[in-house]
């Protein structure tokens, strides 16, 4: 089956600078990838996603590129502010047909942002 | 806002009870799809439920199980409750279809105890 890794799990950056996560896929099937971010008592929030047959997406601070050869897709915030700090979790499925496959994801990444 | 809401957000039950939890998932979503999410791990995938039948099943136990109802409200039940089971439960809801993105409520914390 499926499994997606994530690292790194901690990542800690001065406010205004660039953060980036990486996640990795094992199953070439996979072609529906989305990252949430959690905040503490709340449940993921779905910030940006990107399908297999597009390489890059971007929504103004947020970007996600993927790389259906080596498998990997990564999430780049950019001019980070202290309200981005939460943990991040990268996601992949399959989906096909008229079927949304189920999200496996990754372990997550806490991002902390010092003003 | 997503639109998505669980009901309770917080239990507590004693190993062996049985529990069912609830969501209501975003107007016009006729898929819903619950997780387990241990602390500080990821969502493991449950099981999903597609117009009230059941479409796929992670690996959990058939003590795990669920409903969808004609609204496209589900629940989820639990038996036997083990102290394992104490993590937050996450419904998340779903226009279906290839193309469709998944919302998830704020989730049911439970603790077995």
């Known amino acids: 089956g499926e499994n997606v890794e994530q690292h790194p799990s901690t990542l800690s950056v001065q406010e205004g600078d660039s953060a980036v996560i990486k996640c990795t896929y094992s199953d070439s099937a996979s072609n529906y990838f989305p990252w949430y971010k959690q905040e503490l008592g709340k449940g993921p929030q779905l910030i940006i996603d990107?399908?297999?047959?597009?390489g890059e997406k971007k929504d103004q601070r947020i970007a996600v590129t993927l790389n259906k050869t080596a498998k990997h897709f990564s999430l780049h915030i950019t001019e980070t502010q202290p309200e981005d700090s939460a943990v991040y979790f990268c996601?992949?499925?399959?989906?096909?047909?008229?079927?949304?496959?189920?999200?496996?994801f990754g372990k997550g990444t806490k991002l902390s942002v010092k003003p | 806002e997503t639109g998505v809401t669980q009901s309770p957000t917080h239990l507590i039950k004693t190993r062996g009870q049985q529990v069912t939890l609830r969501c209501s998932s975003q107007s016009g979503h006729n898929t819903v799809s619950w997780y387990q999410q241990a602390l500080g791990q990821g969502p493991q995938f449950i099981f999903q439920y597609y117009r009230e039948e059941e479409n796929g099943r992670g690996n959990f136990p058939p003590r795990f199980s669920g409903l969808q109802f004609p609204n496209y409200s589900s629940e989820l039940n639990v038996n036997a409750l083990e102290l394992d089971d104490s993590a937050l439960y996450l419904c998340?809801?779903?226009?279906?279809?290839?193309?469709?993105?998944?919302?998830f409520g704020q989730g049911t914390r439970l603790t077995v105890v």
């Open positions: 998340a809801s779903s226009l279906g279809g290839a193309n469709t993105e998944a919302f």
């Open positions: 990107i399908r297999s047959n597009v």
């Open positions: 996601a992949a499925a399959m989906n096909y047909g008229g079927s949304q496959g189920n999200l496996i």
